[in-house]
């Protein structure tokens, strides 16, 4: 197999697609593999032209060289009370109790089958890697961030030790008004920061986010700075609001590959990366069902 690594951290010289053709080309009708120095799930085309943030855009992030990090973690401790008075000491993060922790990273990967006559064609085979392979891949991010993954290296948003859950009044009522799903979208930012953080990021079902749409309630929504990611890695009536940026760090590994590997008529073309997730403050995420 041919494989190399490509020494272009921005692929400025070649797009990601046109890498992987290039390397296909060499081979001479042999598998072949590129590892680059960028995060494969930042390379979407589209998503400079037609912004949909996904989980990975909530947060904040960085790169690590090794496969685990300490980092400082911060418990709630249940006797501090869940709501904040008007002193310092009555404050829930008053006795907030830090530890240390450790990250480690796993790999995230998707597989898809293509008809091998694509590898013949360098243009379609661009742009079938840049334009469906890494947006799979994309999906299968939001989905570890969400749920975690498979090995638990990545304790996923949505089953935080420490996660808070509230539900709205009349929860189960799937006919609820747009007007009150917006008060019980407030009133969750409004939880969120009982904790001492500011409420940056909301994760909702498209079902949900495109109601907003209709009823008009994006503008105050973006107004407030909230950042919205649509996922269908969440269920429909529940909403995952929380400080994305001070509560948790995306880690990313140094390199990230794309392989693709012939087996007659057909071709499987891999995308795979490291991941991880430090949590530093899970009582500053909110799970509000609907």
Known sequence: ????????????????????????????????????????????????TRPRPTVREQTKGGTVADEALRYVREGRDEAGGAESGTRYRTTPEAAFRPTVAKAELTEISVRVPVPAEVCSDPALLARFVEHRVVVRLCTVENEVLLHGSDDGAIPGLLRLDGLRHVSAPGQGDGDARAGTVLDALMTGCAEVEETGGSCDGLVMHPALYWRLVGAGALPSLDAA??????????????????????????????????????????????????????????????????
């Open 1 to 48: 197999m041919l494989d190399y690594l490509i020494d272009d951290p921005a692929l400025r010289a070649r797009s990601l697609g046109e890498e992987l053709a290039v390397a296909v080309a060499r081979a001479n009708g042999g598998d072949a593999a590129i590892r680059v120095r960028t995060p494969l799930t930042t390379l979407f085309p589209l998503a400079s």
């Open 225 to 290: 700075g909230l950042r919205i990611t649509r996922t269908r890695m969440i269920e429909r009536d529940r909403v995952l609001l929380g400080d994305f940026r001070a509560g948790i760090t995306l880690l990313d590994g140094e390199v990230s590959t794309v392989t693709l590997r012939r087996s007659g008529e057909e071709a499987t073309i891999t995308a795979s990366m490291r991941l991880g997730l430090a949590v530093h403050l899970p009582q500053h995420f909110v799970l509000l069902g609907l």
